[in-house]
Nanobody
Framework: VQLVESGGDLVQPGGSLRLSCVAS????????IGWFRQAPRKGRELVAQ????????NYADSVKGRFTISRDNAKKTVYLQMNSLKPEDTAVYFC??????WGQGTQVTVSS
């Protein structure tokens, strides 16, 4: 089982990024997927999650209206579109597959 995140970068406040999480080694479309983040000296928090079919999504209150999670089961990929980024969005972002698999994370830094 492998999850590989990419797309993290340094971006100015108000900017946008799209993160990708590519899965392999398991039946991707049987699993819900979540994006989590962990800022320095803070615990890991759920940012967004999407059901196995893509029909249901949930978001943390702090990102509602700014972030969008989506998935392409044919490509075994989940995306996190992040708009109107704020300095408090700075964190390492991880994807997680239901059943207990984590990616290695990708760094997002929002700073002027």
């Amino acid at each position: 089982v492998q999850l590989v995140e990419s797309g993290g970068d340094l971006v100015q406040p108000g900017g946008s990024l799209r993160l990708s999480c590519v899965a392999s080694g398991f039946t991707f479309d049987d699993h819900d997927i979540g994006w989590f983040r962990q800022a320095p000296r803070k615990g890991r928090e759920l940012v967004a999650q999407i059901s196995s079919s893509g029909g249901t999504t949930n978001y943390a209150d702090s990102v509602k209206g700014r972030f969008t999670i989506s998935r392409d089961n044919a490509k075994k990929t989940v995306y996190l579109q992040m708009n109107s980024l704020k300095p408090e969005d700075t964190a390492v972002y991880f994807c997680y597959a239901s059943g207990g698999s984590w990616g290695q994370g990708t760094q997002v830094t929002v700073s002027s």
